[in-house]
């Protein structure tokens, strides 16, 4: 590393999941591995780390991890000296020593606001926005993960698709190590990620009567253990390795998996029920039909933000496979009823529109790249 290499803070406050911090951590190592920036992250709650990268020390105050600088963001905040270009993500609210010695910098870093990704069209209108600080002499511009051009577009590793092939080519060992038999072409494999209110239950009732015997891999290393709660009987408890077969599903449970292995997973369904932020881009590269539980907000605040989504991911799909992408969307999202059979009928018209999202979105520049080329036109 030497003296021009561009240092690049990013601030990451957990709310609570891994979404936050999944993102910060991909972003901040894809700087480092393919831009060979100076990187360090900062992060409230290092132990959130650790369920994604498992070598992560959460009793650290700092750590290197796949060249990144980890340190732990304390409320009492070191005085160091701020880096080129500061990211805070989500919003979260800088140190106050920290914005101070912003202003004490010979030439003030470049700072951005990155936010959370949204198909809405306001996101164009709002996507690099200069903001004044109100009292010190900064300025933090507004950047927005996005699906059109005026946006940030999406975060990506560079060869991301081409990795998804390789793996794809010859994925045994890994379906050895998480105990999934061989490939089988008569039953669906499906991935489950979601949170607690969504109709879980609801859902596996129905795989248990599906025509298509349904194979569902579900981490849940990220609870303690998992309740299947079947009506009139006593609720079943899964443990990360345990295995529960009814009617034509059969469920794994499985260990929360590092970020590289979740992608695999991914990579490896033939359907991704995925949530929040990052799994839900991730499952996009996998290129193989998904199903979002978006994260709930107070009076249904996220319910445009799901129908922006649904209006852009089913524009090339044809009637009446349309219709049943949005239903199964909104009974999976508590708008209305589950209906699995009528969703699954419609595979093949998923497949391409999956496969063809992937690649259209591949063919865009990667979120990482346009905050650079945005940065390194303002220092
Ligand atoms: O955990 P999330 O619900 O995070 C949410 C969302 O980002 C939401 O928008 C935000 O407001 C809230 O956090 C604060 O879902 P998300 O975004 O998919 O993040 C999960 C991360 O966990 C992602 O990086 C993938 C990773 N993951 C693994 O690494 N291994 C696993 O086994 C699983 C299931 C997930």
Redesign the pocket.
């Given at each position: 590393m030497n003296q021009t290499t561009p240092r690049w803070d990013i601030f990451c406050a957990v709310?609570?999941?891994?979404?936050?911090i999944?993102?910060c951590?991909?972003l901040a190592r894809q700087l480092v591995a393919e831009h060979g920036f100076a990187v360090r992250l900062w992060v409230d709650d290092v132990s959130r780390m650790q369920?994604?990268h498992p070598e992560i020390d959460a009793s650290l105050e700092s750590q290197i991890a796949c060249g990144v600088e980890v340190r732990r963001w304390v409320p009492d905040f070191p005085e160091v000296e701020p880096a080129d270009v500061v990211i805070e993500a989500?919003g979260c609210v800088l140190p106050m020593t920290y914005e101070h010695a912003m202003t004490r910098c010979a030439r003030p870093p470049v700072w951005i606001n990155l936010e959370?990704l949204s198909a809405e069209s306001w996101v164009e209108m709002c996507h690099a926005l200069p903001s004044p600080h109100p009292v010190l002499n900064l300025t933090k511009y507004f950047f927005f993960p996005g699906f059109t051009e005026g946006t940030g577009h999406l975060l990506r590793e560079s060869g991301l698709l081409e990795q998804r092939e390789t793996f794809r080519a010859s994925s045994g060992n890994f379906r050895d190590v998480l105990g999934i038999p061989p490939p089988n072409p008569d039953e669906l494999l499906i991935s489950l990620?979601c949170?607690d209110t969504a109709p879980v239950d609801a859902l596996l009732t129905q795989w248990e009567q599906s025509e298509i015997p349904v194979r569902c891999l579900l981490?849940i290393?990220?609870r303690s253990s998992f309740h299947l709660q079947r009506e009139g009987e006593q609720p079943i408890h899964l443990q990360p390795g345990s295995i529960h077969q009814h009617g034509n599903l059969t469920l794994h449970a499985?260990?929360?998996?590092?970020?590289e292995?979740?992608d695999k997973?991914l990579w490896l369904c033939d359907l991704n029920f995925?949530?929040?932020?990052?799994?839900?881009v991730?499952a996009m590269w996998a290129g193989k039909p998904l199903v979002w539980q978006i994260?709930p907000q107070e009076d249904d605040a996220h319910r445009p933000k799901l129908d922006a989504f649904l209006d852009l991911y089913t524009l090339t799909i044809p009637e009446p496979a349309l219709t049943a992408m949005r239903a199964f969307h909104l009974g999976w999202n508590n708008f209305n009823a589950l209906s699995w059979k009528d969703f699954i009928r419609h595979r093949k018209a998923f497949e391409s529109n999956a496969a063809g999202w992937a690649d259209y979105y591949y063919a865009q520049s990667d979120l990482a790249s346009k905050l650079v080329i945005f940065c390194g036109n303002k220092v």
């Open positions: 709310i609570d999941n891994y979404g936050d999944g993102v951590w991909r369920p994604l989500f959370y990620f949170y981490p290393g990220h499985l260990p929360f998996l590092r970020q292995d979740y997973l995925v949530r929040g932020e990052d799994s839900f991730r994260y």
